[in-house]
């Protein structure tokens, strides 16, 4: 089992920045791939970005490429994080994490977080 809580979330101006946090429990954290995605007011959830176990490897949807970066810190903190700058208000969601096998598929995670509300005002 993984628990997770994620943070950091906010109300920022466009052209800010914020940078989210996803706090896991346990002690297989390196073993997950983690993802983060987000769901705005009737649309469905969507991809932002994933980071495999080892975190080598990234993934980034086209809409956040550039602007938002994706790390996970596992000998330490056992923590994702998602930095995001140059946030638009097109990016007004509320924000989770999720762990598992990785893709940007929603139905490839096994565990979700809470979920972080960022609003982004024009």
């Known amino acids: 089992q993984v628990q997770l809580v994620e943070s950091g979330g906010g109300l920022v101006q466009a052209g800010g920045s914020l940078r989210l946090s996803c706090a896991a429990s346990?002690?297989?954290?390196?073993?997950?791939?983690m993802g983060w995605f987000r769901q705005a007011p009737g649309k469905e959830r969507e991809f932002v970005a994933s980071i495999s176990g080892g975190g080598t490897s990234t993934w980034y949807a086209d809409s956040v490429k550039g602007r938002f970066t994706i790390s996970r810190d596992n000998a330490a903190k056992n923590t994702a994080y998602l930095q995001m700058n140059s946030l638009k208000p097109e990016d007004t969601a509320v924000y989770y994490c999720?762990?598992?096998?990785?893709?940007?598929?929603?139905?490839?995670?096994?565990?979700w977080g809470q979920g972080t509300q960022v609003t982004v005002s024009s």
């Open positions: 999720a762990a598992g096998r990785n893709g940007s598929r929603p139905d490839g995670y096994d565990y």
């Open positions: 346990g002690r297989t954290f390196g073993s997950y791939g």
